[in-house]
């Protein structure tokens, strides 16, 4: 059995668990809690940047990031399940995909800002940086949010997560100005029951 370490507030392991969860996978993955905080955990042997997710594969092999891991998992469960084989529709899966780990990506750093440096030493600089990112991505699909088809792919659970890794971490003040968003997050988890079942906590 697959084991993947993970955390029940990472987005990226929650892009993960749902897409086990869309794929079918739930019977051949075993989930297991990682503190990578911890010099213990042996997190840091599977994966050298002790991070996760990280997925353990039957022979010891492991595999990291989430996007590499979704690949894999794509691949397992037959191959273009949540990830076009080719062509247009892959490189625009790919492109909303990297949009949204974007948005991921600058919230972290805004909340490791937070949690790692006292508040006197906090960069507004920095910060403002980040949520300048995070601003431009949200209007930009805003304008243009993706469709949601009978087939999801690994951009519509990137942009899931990403905007529940708003409401967790920052607030819902988000969707006040997004209808859209909030709007297609509706449908996105009325299709994917996985959605309420990884609320992060």
């Known amino acids: 059995m697959l ?40 997190v840091r042997q599977q994966n050298p940047l002790g991070k996760i997710p990280t997925l353990i594969l039957d022979d010891g092999t492991t595999l990291f990031d989430s996007r590499v891991i979704l690949e894999y998992l794509d691949h397992r469960a037959g191959g273009g399940r949540i990830l076009p084989p080719a062509g247009p529709a892959r490189f625009e899966t790919l492109r909303l995909q990297a949009l949204t780990d974007g948005i991921l990506d600058a919230g972290i750093l805004r909340v490791y800002e937070g949690r ?4 006197e030493k906090h960069e507004a600089k920095w910060l403002d940086h980040q949520t300048g990112k995070m601003g431009r991505a949200l209007t930009a699909l805003e304008k243009a949010p993706p469709t949601l088809g009978s087939k999801l792919n690994v951009g519509d659970i990137t942009l899931a997560c990403a905007l529940g890794y708003l409401d967790f971490r920052f607030g819902t ?23 309420a079942d990884t609320v992060p906590h």
């Open 3 to 42: 084991v993947l370490r993970s955390s029940t507030t990472s987005p990226f392991a929650r892009k993960i668990r749902i897409a086990i969860s869309i794929l079918g996978l739930e019977d051949e993955i075993r989930i297991e809690n990682a503190d990578t905080l911890d010099p213990k955990d042996s």
């Open 116 to 119: 790692f440096r006292p508040e």
């Open 173 to 195: 003040s988000w969707r006040e100005t997004h209808p859209k968003l909030v709007k297609w997050l509706d449908e996105f988890a009325n299709k994917v029951p996985a959605f």
